[in-house]
Nanobody, 127 residues
Framework: QVQLVESGGGAVQAGGSLTLSCAASGRTFLGYAMGWFRQAPGKERVFVAA????????YYADSVKGRFTISRDNRKNTLYLQMNSLKPEDTAVYYC????????????????????WGQGTQVTVSP
């Protein structure tokens, strides 16, 4: 049974930083891309960032480029999201996800490409 557990969320003031982690377990993730999505209150879930299995390829939403960094440690089956220069509009529940299939392409920017999801971790940024 696949399990994704996010951690590292919390409350921070604008301009601050947080690092989210997502621990994956239950099966091999060899060859699978992973991603971060977020959902603000009253809004749909949106793409934040994605990373290929090797870590050599990444996508970022325009709203977080230059501020967020996605990375992964395959030895630990853990995905990370380093978030700097946080803004109030970054307030949301953040979810990690694992691709349905092996490989990497532009579909990794869309949530229907992902088959496994964590429960989410709340990030709140105050002005």
């Amino acid at each position: 049974q696949v399990q994704l557990v996010e951690s590292g969320g919390g409350a921070v003031q604008a301009g601050g930083s947080l690092t989210l982690s997502c621990a994956a377990s239950g099966r091999t993730f060899l060859g699978y891309a992973m991603g971060w999505f977020r959902q603000a209150p009253g809004k749909e879930r949106v793409f934040v960032a994605a990373i290929s299995w090797t870590g050599g390829n990444t996508y970022y939403a325009d709203s977080v480029k230059g501020r967020f960094t996605i990375s992964r440690d395959n030895r630990k089956n853990t995905l990370y999201l380093q978030m700097n220069s946080l803004k109030p509009e970054d307030t949301a529940v953040y979810y990690c996800a694992v691709d349905r299939d092996r490989g990497w392409d532009s579909r990794n920017k869309f949530d229907d490409e992902y088959g496994y999801w964590g429960q989410g971790t709340q990030v709140t940024v105050s002005p």
